[in-house]
């Protein structure tokens, strides 16, 4: 089978490092990419996120299957492009794909099919004054700790938690559409879920830290770090969220007509009451992603062709490596405020170093920063202390001026620090 992935992302480095090893793709094409999938992948320019010019170029590649990573291609439109020339594409269409990049469909879509989740206000426009008043009265409905969501696709740092009500109605005002909500309290889980639309087969359930600092503390970021699977998770989650989110979820977009098929990221709240859901994406989530599929020994090829063409149903059961995973986010100075770019980067031409923010400096070939996030080590091990020993001496063997990492990526959990509130 020939592959043709969209996006250049640490997501889609651990992606290609998947779809290569499956002894069933013959070739890979990457575009745009980045010095990481270089290793395995040929690169190619395309706009990601211009539906025409990426279905040329799937045509022109002979591609049996597209895999689009980001989800702005997807809010776009990419996938119903590509569908559209016969080829099999994995991602939903745009209609589906406004699970993540609407929150207040995505609110609209689980209050239908009965998903439990945080109570919600949808805002139109916060900026003005009647929306401004119906912010205060939500916040003040719901009271601190403040949770105010973009309405629109933010790259996860459209999302401010705080106890400071004048910040949220600030957030709010400069946001347009919102969504006040109420606070979910309890650990968070990301399941990711390959589906046909109908089907549904979850992943290992992974854990992301989001915000900047070691303890939880600073800004959001698109996520520092992330480990699976998750020694602390009750058991019997994934099948209570397949039962309880998934399948009613998959259910109502059937029955608005557009049926989701990709991957359903369903990021969740373990609160006293159960699992709720705080948000959906349409695609693998970043960092969770290197994690979990540096576990996965079925082929990833298969898999995700099976979903594309509507055939999940009959795909032998998944097949897990025993152990854990552990990925380390190394970001630049200044994330997530602002990207410091152009530093030189050594010591990441390694196995387990997960490109994301880097290039090739035109000049020389230097590797060098571009990005926020600029790449990931990520490691396994017979059990989580030992994943994350080695993914932290991964990282620390890479040098970029001025870089930032948490230090505490799993370690509550290695600590048994990770409770569920009662
Ligand atoms: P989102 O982009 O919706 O995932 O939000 C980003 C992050 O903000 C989440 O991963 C949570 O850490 C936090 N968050 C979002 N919504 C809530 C909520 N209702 N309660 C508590 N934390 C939340
Ligand atoms: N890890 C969070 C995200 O991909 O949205």
Not at 57 to 85: M, S, T
Not at 122 to 143: C, Q, Y
Not at 195 to 204: F, H, I, K, N, S
Not at 209 to 223: H, S, V, Y
């Amino acid at each position: 089978m020939r592959v043709l992935l969209i996006g250049g992302g640490g997501r889609e480095h651990a992606l290609a490092l998947g779809l290569a090893a499956d002894p069933a793709v013959e070739s890979l094409v990457a575009a745009p990419g980045n010095p990481g999938i270089a290793a395995v992948a040929e690169l190619r320019d395309v706009a990601a996120t211009d539906p025409a010019a990426v279905a040329a170029l799937a045509v022109e590649v002979a591609a049996d299957l597209v895999v689009i990573g980001p989800e702005a291609p997807l809010v776009a439109g990419v996938a119903d492009a590509v569908r559209a020339k016969g080829i099999a594409c994995f991602g939903p269409s745009a209609a589906a794909a406004r699970l993540e990049g609407s929150k207040a469909f995505a609110k609209d879509v689980m209050t239908a099919a009965g998903v439990p989740t945080a109570r919600a206000y949808p805002i139109a426009d916060a900026a003005a004054a009647e929306g401004a008043a119906e912010v205060t009265r939500a916040l003040d409905e719901f009271g601190a700790p403040y949770v105010v969501k973009d309405d629109g696709l933010a790259a996860g740092k459209g999302v401010v938690v705080t106890d400071d009500r004048a910040a949220a109605v600030a957030h709010a005002a400069g946001c347009g559409r919102v969504v006040i909500e109420e606070y979910l309290a309890g650990p968070e889980v990301s399941l990711f879920v390959v589906t046909d639309g109908e089907a549904a087969v979850p992943l290992l359930p992974a854990q992301d830290f989001k915000r900047i600092g070691d303890g939880d503390t600073g800004p959001n970021t698109g996520g520092m770090g992330a480990y699976a699977p998750l020694p602390w998770a009750p058991p019997g989650l994934v099948d209570e969220v397949l039962a309880t989110v998934v399948h009613p979820t998959l259910a109502e977009l059937r029955r608005r007509g557009n049926p989701f098929a990709g991957l359903l990221y369903v990021g969740l709240a373990l609160t006293a009451a159960g699992p709720r859901v705080i948000e959906f994406n349409a695609r693998f989530g970043d960092p969770e992603t290197q994690s979990v599929l540096a576990l996965l020994e079925t082929p990833l090829g298969g898999l995700l062709h099976a979903a594309a063409t509507g055939t999940l149903a009959a795909h032998p059961p998944l097949r897990w490596r025993a152990g854990s995973a552990v990925t380390v986010v190394l970001a630049t100075a200044g994330y997530p405020a602002s990207a410091r770019t152009g530093d030189v980067i050594t010591g990441a031409d390694r196995p387990g170093i997960i490109h994301a923010g880097t290039a090739r400096r035109a000049t020389d070939g230097a590797l060098i920063s571009v990005g926020g996030r600029v790449l990931s080590g990520t490691a396994t091990g017979p059990d989580l202390p030992a994943a994350r020993a080695a993914a932290y001496a991964l990282l620390d063997g890479v040098d970029l001026a001025g870089s930032q990492a948490r230090r505490d990526i799993a370690l509550a959990a290695v600590e048994g620090r990770v409770g569920l509130p009662s």
